[in-house]
């Protein structure tokens, strides 16, 4: 049984395009995440859902925008897609913080390839 | 600003030697603690965590981790690793809503 599932595992396309990438989590979890990680493996928070509510946006162009239609699931739309948007993006969730102190459950990444 | 950061960038080891991998945090506050590996290709998985009680934490895969609040560090050791721990390293801490990671530390075993 997949906890953290992602669709699709990769992605190829041109400048100027718009993807989405999809995410679900069958752990219960109240919290979902984005992620991307860089070339360098660098990992940067995109975004956090709690409850389907908007909890975390970090400096993100607003060419990206999270949907999250129930608590289970957090999708990525990316508009007008640039080269430097190429990366790896990972979806995780998390139960509550207190009982599972905000353990990050990982998806198997997106490589989103930008030509 | 609070932050994560890892002692090595790429270490190079060969098999059967001892590792110890550095992380240190910013946060002044009550922390948890993590490390997460990423095999070659694949997701992030979870190695140990640390929450409270006992400072030295076991994980998976004969990982351990010393929490050394004095120090704000929460270094990583295995005492022989094999070629199968090739691998990125990452260190992370949670405090409240938010979830930091360091940079990682590549780990290369040599065989």
Known sequence: DTAVSQTPKYLVTQMGNDKSIKCEQNLGHDTMYWYKQDSKKF???????????????????????????????????????ELGDSAVYFCASSQDIVVGG???FFGPGTRLTVL | ????????????????ASLELGCNYSYGGTVNLFWYVQYPGQHLQLLLKYFSGDPLVKGIKGFEAEFIKSKFSFNLRK?????????????????????????????????
Not at chain 1, 48 to 75: G, Q, W
Not at chain 2, 3 to 11: G, T
């Open chain 1, 43 to 81: 990992l940067k928070i995109m975004f956090s859902y709690n409850n389907k509510e908007l909890i975390i946006n970090e400096t993100v162009p607003n060419r990206f925008s999270p949907k999250s239609p129930d608590k289970a699931h957090l999708n990525l739309h990316i508009n007008s897609l």
């Open chain 1, 102 to 104: 905000n353990e990050q």
């Open chain 2, 1 to 16: 600003a609070q932050s994560v950061s890892q002692h090595n960038h790429h270490v190079i080891l060969s098999e059967a």
């Open chain 2, 79 to 111: 005492p022989s690793v094999q070629w199968s721990d090739t691998a990125e390293y990452f260190c992370a801490v949670s405090l409240g809503q938010n979830f930091v990671f360091g940079p990682g530390t590549r780990l290369s075993v040599l065989p």
